[in-house]
């Protein structure tokens, strides 16, 4: 068994005093670092997501933050403008070795659809390019870790499982969002999925 660690969407505009801030998000950047070493493959995800995203609040005029919209794959929650290509906040976590990457997915650069799975856009068909990677390598045993919890972690995790990976989420090294309760939601979907949450 080859095994990779998926360290998902540590971004500027996810931690403290982002644009899409996620309470305590940089703290888990040292504990991430320091499991680097103990996994064959090191993948970093990477939202970036071009200006006026459809995603984006800002983009639907009377809406807010935190809403929901119907799109063409389903329900879509508006978040505020956030990891937009090319700017600081779509910039990784300073203190996060990124050197130690073998691979960089971007995701969310579809600006009709939003993508927080680091396999599929969220209509769950268009694939972001990274299970062909892992497949190619030999992956078969995945540990994520990252931002956030109920959102991206949580996609990516299903998928994952999905697709027939071992899966475990690190939860000491991951932080929610926790949105109308997304977060219970999220645990729950998990271990329906098979995914080890730890």
Same mark, same amino acid.
């Given at each position: 068994?080859?095994?990779?660690?998926? =360290?998902? %969407? =540590?971004?500027?505009?996810?931690?403290?005093?982002?644009?899409?801030?996620?309470?305590?998000?940089?703290?888990?950047? /040292? #504990?991430?670092?320091?499991?680097?070493?103990?996994?064959?493959?090191? *993948?970093?995800?990477?939202?970036?997501? /071009?200006?006026?995203?459809?995603?984006?609040?800002?983009?639907?005029?009377?809406? &807010? /933050?935190?809403?929901?919209?119907?799109? /063409?794959?389903?329900?879509?929650?508006?978040?505020?403008?956030?990891?937009?290509?090319?700017?600081?906040?779509?910039?990784?976590?300073?203190?996060?070795?990124?050197?130690?990457? &073998?691979?960089?997915?971007?995701?969310?650069?579809?600006?009709? *659809?939003?993508?927080?799975?680091?396999?599929?856009?969220?209509?769950?068909?268009?694939?972001? #390019?990274?299970?062909?990677?892992?497949?190619?390598?030999?992956? %078969?045993?995945?540990?994520?870790?990252?931002?956030?919890? %109920?959102?991206?972690?949580?996609?990516?995790?299903?998928?994952?499982?999905?697709?027939?990976?071992?899966?475990?989420?690190?939860?000491?090294?991951?932080?929610? *969002?926790?949105?109308?309760?997304?977060?219970?939601?999220?645990?729950?979907?998990?271990?329906?999925?098979?995914?080890? =949450?730890?």
């Amino acid at each position: 068994m080859t095994h990779a660690l998926i =360290v998902i %969407d =540590v971004q500027n505009d996810f931690c403290p005093g982002g644009a899409l801030a996620v309470a305590g998000g940089d703290e888990i950047v /040292p #504990g991430i670092n320091a499991l680097m070493g103990d996994f064959d493959a090191v *993948i970093l995800t990477q939202d970036w997501h /071009p200006a006026g995203h459809s995603s984006f609040a800002s983009s639907h005029a009377g809406l &807010d /933050p935190f809403g929901t919209v119907e799109m /063409p794959y389903g329900t879509q929650v508006l978040w505020p403008d956030h990891c937009i290509q090319g700017s600081a906040g779509a910039a990784f976590h300073d203190g996060l070795n990124t050197d130690r990457a &073998d691979m960089i997915v971007r995701k969310g650069y579809n600006p009709q *659809i939003d993508s927080y799975s680091a396999f599929f856009e969220n209509d769950h068909e268009t694939p972001t #390019g990274l299970h062909g990677y892992l497949q190619t390598r030999g992956i %078969d045993r995945l540990t994520m870790v990252g931002l956030a919890t %109920d959102f991206c972690v949580n996609f990516s995790a299903v998928d994952a499982a999905r697709l027939g990976y071992a899966v475990t989420v690190r939860d000491g090294l991951c932080r929610a *969002i926790d949105l109308d309760g997304s977060l219970a939601a999220a645990m729950d979907g998990m271990a329906a999925a098979g995914v080890q =949450v730890e």
